[in-house]
């Protein structure tokens, strides 16, 4: 039935971003024609969230890593700018990476187990089977010297 998701950003600075995805985040793509990339992305969830007012309906989009603080840096290496500072939301450490153009995308690194297997794990305690019997050894004949 449903084999995945196409997310499309609207924007006046669509070569730029491109080249942004493509160079410098190096994300996957193929040229659909003409130079109109589309990007593989990294495996992706959808959460659904209640609003209060019809009008406030809406959706967003983020970018998840494991370590916000080291992929800011490695980001920031590239001439990424970050308009925003990193904070705790609870659910995780949020920021927002500068699209060309001015628009700003979602960074976030989750505290909670995701749908895709990143984000915190929460440990399972370790199986324990029953001890096993020991086998009471041979008596063991003394080595000649």
């Not at 039935?1 to 410098?24: L, P």
């Not at 989750?110 to 086998?135: C, D, L, M, N, W």
């Amino acid at each position: 039935m449903i084999n995945g998701m196409h997310a499309i950003i609207y924007t006046q600075a669509a070569d730029e971003v491109r080249k942004f995805f493509q160079k410098t985040l190096k994300f996957p793509h193929v040229d659909a024609g003409r130079g109109w990339l589309i990007f593989g992305l990294p495996p992706s969830e959808m959460g659904v969230h209640p609003v209060d007012k019809p009008d406030r309906a809406s959706y967003e989009m983020y970018l998840m890593c494991d370590d916000l603080e080291k992929t800011v840096a490695e980001l920031k290496k590239k001439g990424v700018n970050f308009p925003r500072q990193i904070i705790d939301a609870g659910w995780g450490k949020l920021t927002a990476i500068e699209l060309p153009g001015g628009l700003e995308m979602g960074l976030y690194e989750p505290r909670h187990p995701t749908a895709i297997g990143t984000g915190t794990k929460k440990k399972k305690a370790p199986v324990r089977s029953a001890p096993k019997k020991r086998k009471t050894a041979a008596k063991k004949k003394p080595r000649k010297r």
